[in-house]
């Protein structure tokens, strides 16, 4: 993944003689107007054209020359500070209107369409040129409506995410497993290096056994090559999808960003591909034998509803890739804001050893007992959101948000980023403190100001799957080690690659702790 990012950043230097002539009209922010002929109420109301406006050349002199490509995030603070709460942006085929405030977010969610849209029509691109079907994250409309209203099932509701309990521990078992023989490898006997990957890997085994309800070797000495591949494709997918998102359709036949995008979904879906019609095979056979079919998630899908197959194909891959950076990336952040702050990892230690007694595997319902665990979870998903920003597009009527009209097919932009670190809804935002989120009599925050799996229909799906991933993981790691930052790897930052990452590799120190008896 490291590789492809520098890769990526290396490409970029290509695309500076292709800016010159853009950068050298960068002059004032202008205010424009819409050419919508939608009609504008009259009076106190203003219009998208009072709004101030990031042009085309100067969004990409930031990206590229002001070096916010890999840092999108810090340019949502940025253009906060020069822009406020809401402004507009030219770039791509259409221009969009960002919203950086907790009450301007909470508007615009509270006026959703019923069939709500995210306006992100580039994977649908991808889809559309070979023929595939749409998932939960490309579908829209009625479409959408429909193929939710089958996923949503056995994934969603709380009392589901708990039949994967058993499943999910199993995956936890084998990665303990994996970080005890890392460690015995290890010049120290207590090193893990390069944490980010490992947790990719546990990941990515941990939604595959829900999905595609088989292992397919990510905790292994030696990772698959078929797995590796699709490891491989995942990250080329995300690293390119910046680019591709920000530049015109007519630079794909000058630069390079298309093709190695098109490649990184072209592995996806061949990986994914595979392992559906194993499953599919493996139906088959029961049926011709006479066999009851039951099973997990894809039997479910495959045999107890109408999806067609090319549907099954798009959801399944889409839910696959939702699953694996939520959760690697959070448990990564959760255990380098953990080993930043001692009081706050022994405060959960504390915790957990006080629920899970002896060698016990904990449960879901151990879980609900740990109210600290969860909050470390959640201020680490404020700090570092997985999805930094998000869109919705407004589609079915004209709207008023923050005191301006704008037509339907406006596309909104939700910053999450600056939203999570605004310092009037959360004081001292570069503070770590889950505590803010404790039912301890404390004033909460607003229920907008962190809303890393979305909100209302269009939310996340598997969000109960994630959370119940990293709640059992986290309390098993923290039970068993201390955890400290490798001192050689010092202060890391993010990365914007789509979801946040680590800027670097970074190495932990797993002290095993002495064992108690409970």
Sequence with gaps: MAGLLALCRTETKSIHVFLRPLTASLGSQ???????????????????????????PTMLYRLVIQGYYNHMHELQLYEKQLYGPMFKVRGGEKHKIALNSVELLEELMRKDDKFPTRGDK???????????????ATAEGEEWYKLRSVLNKRMLHPKDSVKYENVVNEVVTDFIKRICHLRQM?????????????????????????????????????????TQNFINSIAQMFTYTMAVSVLPKW?????????HYARGWDGIFKFASTLIDRKLEDIQKRLDAGQEVAGGYLTYLLSNTNMIKKDVYGSVTELLLAGVDTTSNTMMWALYLLSQDPKAQDTLYQEVNSVIKGDKIPTAEDINRMPYLKAVIKETLRMYPVVPINARLLSEKDVIIGGHFFPKETLFLIHHYAIGHDET?????????????????????????????????????????AELEMHLALARIIKLFEVKLDPSVGEVKALSRIVLVADKTVNFHFLERTKVTN
Excluded at 194 to 213: A, D, H, K, P, T
């Design 186 to 226: 290890s010049s120290t006997g207590d090193l893990i290096p390069n944490m980010s990957n490992e947790l990719y890997r546990f990941s990515l085994e941990g939604i595959s056994r829900i999905l595609f309800e088989t292992r397919i070797g990510c905790l292994e000495n030696e990772i698959p090559p078929e």
């Design 30 to 56: 202008r205010s424009a107007g819409g050419n919508s002929t939608a009609s504008v109420p009259s009076g106190s109301i203003r219009t998208e054209a009072d709004l101030p406006e990031v042009t085309f």
């Design 251 to 259: 630079t794909r036949n000058y630069l390079p960003f298309w093709r």
């Design 122 to 136: 580039l994977w649908m691109e991808y889809r559309d040129m070979h023929g595939l079907g749409y998932g939960p």
């Design 425 to 465: 809804i959360f004081p001292e935002p570069k503070v770590f403190e889950p505590e803010r989120w404790l039912r301890d009599g404390r004033e909460r925050p607003k229920p907008f100001g962190s809303i890393p799996f979305g909100f209302g229909v269009r939310g996340c799906l598997g969000k109960r799957i």
